[in-house]
Each structure stands twice: as structure tokens, then as C-alpha cells.
């Protein structure tokens, strides 16, 4: 599939010398979905504000649909829709005037219908008269959603699109993107929740400190990231593992009062049922089972970490 964004040794450096990015290198292929991960300051909004023009990168090259960001920053700009965090201006237009104003903005004539129909995907038809002041948080985001639909791109840029918004508007949200996919709409979001991710990318990049630190398939990823533990609060605490026991991943903790299983999610066969009866069979009491994931900066950690070492 041929890359309708191709970024190379892109870097980003500030007069304090905080380095926002560092060399990253990415090709975002054509009608993809794709979800940039990472913690807060890892560097994803400084990474899609550099490709929308917002921020001048200090060395590298970006091209969209082969057109460079700086040489040919306007037929690079016009097939670039964003949906920026914040809403900041427009309070006191109308949901109807934000939206045909921004369209305006990219030298295309007014379409009554093609803006009707964004306000009815977005059910924000109702509220076309509503000044933007008005209107609650959740439905201020769908306004910035159509904002960036009115020019019709081919790009779409969702920064931290479900932030702090609630479940139907998110609902709404994957249901748009998807659609926006299969119509051909190129679509790259960033996002610190593992599930968003889960449930709409094709493909999923780790940003950390400035650096990518991979990008790979979901199905790749969702396998690496799906290691759980099983923790075994036992009745009686052991000294040393039973030789009974030596076929599962297992280590004691806590002075010998548990066991800590890990084990992999995406597998056909957990383990655990055989490890309870493994448990039941050398005579080993349990109190008590609980389980526990890493968290998605844990998972950062580890990345970060692997990659260091290799």
C-alpha cells in the first residue's frame, strides 16, 4: 500500500533545548487507520501539529501525498483536516457559520448539503443555530470534528479525540472514523487509551521522549501488550516452588504467601485452569486470586527499555 504521508529524520527543537522530537521517521499509508500512542509530553502533538503546518519542525522532511510541508505547504495544508484538543475561538458563531467559515477558508464554494450532511453524521443538526458558547463539552468537540470534515480531505488528524468525553459521543466517534475509512479518508489519531486503539487502528505507533519506538500491526502489538497476572493468595506460605509446578511461569512473592502467574490473553489456552488443578493436586491451599495488567506507561517502560538494549 503506497504511503499517502511519508516523514523522515523529522526532529523538533526549542530555544530552551527541550527536544521534542527526535528523527522520527513514518509512512502512513493510504486509507489507514492509524493510533499514535504515548503518555502525556511524549511528543504526539508536536509530531501531527509539525504535518498540519502549525509547527515549524527544525530539520527533517514531510511530504503529504507527495507534496512537501514547507516547498508546498497550501496543496499540502488542503488535504489535511484537524481535530485540535481545544476549541479556543468561534464562541459567539454559530455551530452553521464555524463550519461553512472554515470550509470557506480553503478556497471551496459553498455546499449547503455536503455541511447538512456533516451536522447529521455528527447529530449536530439540531444545534446549527446554536452559538458555539452554548453548547456542552461533548457536543464543542463534535463541532471541532466538523470543522476539520468541511473542506473534505483526504487526511484526518484526531488529537486525543475522547478525552474527557463521554461514552456516546466516543461511540459516535469510532462510528465516524470508521466510516470516514471506508470512504478512503486516511485517519491518524493519538490517544494514551489502549482500548481506543484497540477498537479502530490498523496499525499502532509508540511514541516515547520525542522517539518512535515502534510501529507495528494491531495484531502484533495486541499480542506483545496482552501478558497478564494471575496472583495466588495462598492458604499456607512456601519456602521454594514444588517440582509439580515447574511447567508454568511462575514466582512466589511476599514472603512465600503468593504465587504470581503470568500469562498471556490472546492464547487459546491461559493456563490457569491446569495451574489450579496443578495447586489442588500438590496439596497447595488458596486464599484468594486476583488479576492484574500492566498499565500502558508500564508497557512505555518496557518498550523504551527493550529498545535501549537492543
Not at 457559520?97 to 480553503?106: H, I, N, P, Q, Y
Amino acid at each position: 500500500m503506497s504511503a499517502i504521508i511519508s516523514i523522515s529524520q523529522l526532529s523538533k527543537s526549542y530555544a530552551s533545548g527541550f527536544q521534542a522530537l527526535k528523527n522520527v521517521s513514518l509512512d502512513i499509508r493510504r486509507g489507514e487507520i492509524l493510533a499514535l500512542l504515548g503518555p502525556n509530553g511524549a511528543g504526539k502533538t508536536t509530531l501531527i501539529s509539525t504535518v498540519c503546518g502549525i509547527v515549524s519542525p527544525t530539520s527533517g522532511q514531510v511530504t503529504v501525498d507527495g507534496h512537501d510541508i514547507l516547498k508546498d505547504y497550501r496543496a499540502a495544508r488542503a488535504l489535511i483536516g484537524l481535530v485540535p484538543q481545544e476549541l479556543t475561538t468561534d464562541a459567539f458563531e454559530t455551530v452553521w457559520a464555524t463550519v461553512s467559515f472554515s470550509r470557506g477558508l480553503f478556497g471551496k464554494p459553498a455546499n449547503a448539503a455536503y455541511i447538512e450532511k456533516v451536522l447529521r453524521d455528527l447529530s449536530l443538526w439540531d444545534k446549527k443555530d446554536n452559538k458555539i458558547m452554548t453548547l456542552s463539552g461533548g457536543m464543542k468537540r463534535r463541532v471541532l470534528i466538523a470543522k476539520a470534515l468541511s473542506h473534505e480531505p483526504r487526511i484526518l488528524f484526531l488529537d486525543e479525540p475522547t478525552a474527557g468525553v463521554d461514552v456516546e459521543l466516543r461511540r459516535d466517534m469510532w462510528r465516524l472514523v470508521r466510516s470516514l475509512r471506508e470512504s478512503g479518508v486516511t485517519i491518524i489519531l493519538t490517544t494514551h487509551y489502549i482500548e481506543e486503539a484497540e477498537e479502530m487502528a490498523d496499525r499502532i505507533g509508540v511514541i516515547n521522549k520525542g522517539e518512535l519506538v515502534l510501529v507495528e500491526d494491531k495484531a502484533v502489538l495486541m499480542h506483545k501488550l496482552g501478558r497478564k497476572q494471575l496472583t495466588v493468595q495462598l492458604a499456607e506460605p512456601l519456602a521454594t516452588l514444588p517440582q509439580a509446578l515447574s511447567g508454568f511461569e511462575l514466582s512466589l512473592a511476599a514472603s512465600g504467601q503468593q504465587l504470581v502467574y503470568t500469562y498471556d490473553t490472546q492464547a487459546d489456552n491461559t493456563g490457569i485452569a491446569p495451574l489450579l488443578r496443578a495447586l489442588e493436586n500438590a496439596g497447595i491451599g488458596v486464599k484468594d486470586l486476583s488479576t492484574t495488567q500492566s498499565s500502558l506507561e508500564d508497557i512505555f517502560v518496557n518498550l523504551v527499555h527493550s529498545k535501549e538494549a537492543a
